[in-house]
C-alpha cells in the first residue's frame, strides 16, 4: 500500500502537539480569569465533578474546533439525496442556531448499501400495510406477548437467507451484540477479538465476564500466535483447559473498508477447534453474487462459522439485529438473552421493512430488483474506488468494499475537506482520532445502489479539485493496478517487450506512471472496472 510522504506525517504530529499545548494553555488562563466556564468541571461544595477538565479536554479543545463537521441535523429520507437542515454558529461551535432553510446534498454518508432507505417502492408499502394491520408496537417483551407471526416470519427469512438453521432478531443492533454475548460465553471462557471490532463486541465481551485477548486487525498469523499460547497456558493461575473459546470478527470493517479473511480464519478453526462468531453489520446484503454476506463472498459453507450476526439497519434499511445459529443456539439464546426477556421486541413496520427487503433481494417481490440493487452496489463500489486510486488518492480497505476511506492525515484537512465537499453539496463523514489512529484522518464515503455513475463522477471530480487544493493525492496511483493491456496483447507478449528494452538499455521508457488525469478516469472508468486488476 501507498504510504504518506514522512512530511505529511511529521506535521500530522505536529498538529495535534500544536492543538493541544494552545488547549492547555488556553485552559490554564481560563480557570483562573474565565472561572465561571470551567465551574462545572471542578469539584464544588463537596462534590465531585462529574465530567472533569481532563476527561473532556479531547471534546473542548479539539473536537469542538471542528464540531460543525459532525451530526449535522437531517431531515427527510437518507437515500441517494439527504437534505440538511442549515445551521450556524456565532460561538465557535459551542452552541448552533437554526437558519431556517435546508440544503439537499448527495448523499455519500449513510449506510444505505442497497438502497432500500426510501419511503416509497414495495418496501414502503408493505410497512404502511403492516402499521395498517399490526399498528406500531408490539407493547411487550418477546418473552410476554411480543411474538407476533410477523417476528416467526422474519427469523425464517432470515435463517434461510444468511444459510443456518435458526435465527433470532433483536430490536437493536447494538444491543444485539451487547446482550448475546453474555448469554453464550461467561467465566472460564476466552474471547479472542479483533483489536478493530466493533464497540458494541466490546462492550458485550465485557459484560460476559470472559477473558479477553485481541489479536492485531486482520492478521491470521498473529491470532494462530496468539491461539497456540493461550491453548498452551489454559486459564490463568489453574492453568485448566478453557471452557470455550469464540473467536469474534468483522465481515467487513466500517472505519477501515476491510474485509476480513474468512477462509483463512476457517483454516485455522478446523486446526485449532475453537468457535466463530462473525459480525456482519456492514457485510449482509453489501456483499457476495447473492448480497449473503462473507460466505457467499469467498464461497464458505455457512456451517464452518457458528453464529453470523448482522444488523438490519444497513443493507435492509430497517432497524435492529439479528443472531443466526444451529436451532439449540438459539433456543438459548431466546431464555437466556437479557436484551430479549427484558427489552421491547422489534416493532411492526420494522419487520415488515426486513421482510419485504429480504423478499427483494431474493427475487420473491419485484423479481429482477434485487439483482440489480447488488450489481449496482458491486459496481459502484470499484467503481468509486478505483477511480480515487486512480487519481493518487490512498483509500483504505478492499477492492469490493462499500466503504471507502480516503486519507486525510493532517486534523486541519478534516474540516476542511468536509466544507469544501459542502460547498459543492455532497455530504461525507470524516472521522479522526480516538476513532482512528492519530495519524490517520479520514473521509469516509459509503456507497449505495441508490447512486448513479454520474453521483460518483461528481464525487471524483469535487475529490479531485478538493484534493489538489488541500495535497492529499500521495500516492503513485500503482495501487489502482497497472494499465489494461491493449486489445491483442498478451501478458507474454508485454513481457518479452520488456526484457528486449532491459537489453536495449531502454527499461525505463517501458514504466508508465499509473495515476490518471480525472478525464482519462471518467473516460476509461467503466471499463477500467471490468478489467482484472494487474
Ligand atoms: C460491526 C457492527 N456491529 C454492530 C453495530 C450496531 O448496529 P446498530 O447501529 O444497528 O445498532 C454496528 C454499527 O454500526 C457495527 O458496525
Redesign the pocket.
Known sequence: MDEPPYYYLLTTYISYLILIVFGHVRDFFGKRFREEHYRHLQAMDGYAPLNSDFDNFYVRRLKMRINDCFSRPVTGVPGRYITLVDRKSDDHNLHFQLTGTTTETLNMSS?NYLGFAQSEGPCADAVEEAVKKYGMTTASPRGDAGTSDLHVEVEDLIAKFVGKPAAMVFS??????ATAFPALVGKGCLIISDEL?????RFGARLSGAMIEMFKHNDVKDLERLLREVISQGQPRTHRPWKKILVVL?????MEGSMCNLPSIVALKRKYKFNLFV????SVGALGPKGRGVCDYFGVDTSEVDIL??????SFGA???YIAGDKAIIEKLRTTNAGTIFGESPTPPVLAQISSALRCITGEISPGQGEERLQRLAFNSRYLRLGLKRLGFIVYGHDDSPIIPLLLYNPAKMPAFSHEMLKRKISVVVVGYPATPLVSSRARFCVSAAHTKDDLDRLLSACDEIGSVLQLKFSSGVAGGAEPLPEGVTLEMEKEWKRQEKLDGQGQMMVQPPRWRLNEVLKRGVQDVKMPLR
Not at 197 to 201: E, Q, Y
Not at 250 to 254: F, I, P, Q, R, W
Not at 279 to 282: G, L, R, S, T
Not at 309 to 314: C, D
Request: hydrophobic content about 25%; aromatic content about 10%; cysteine-free.
Open positions: 449506510y437493536m443492533g447494538f444491543g444485539t451484540n471490532n466493533h464497540a458494541s463486541i468483522e465481515g467487513l470493517y466500517s459480525d456482519e453489520a456492514h450476526m448482522g444488523t438490519l439497519t444497513k432497524n435492529g439485529g
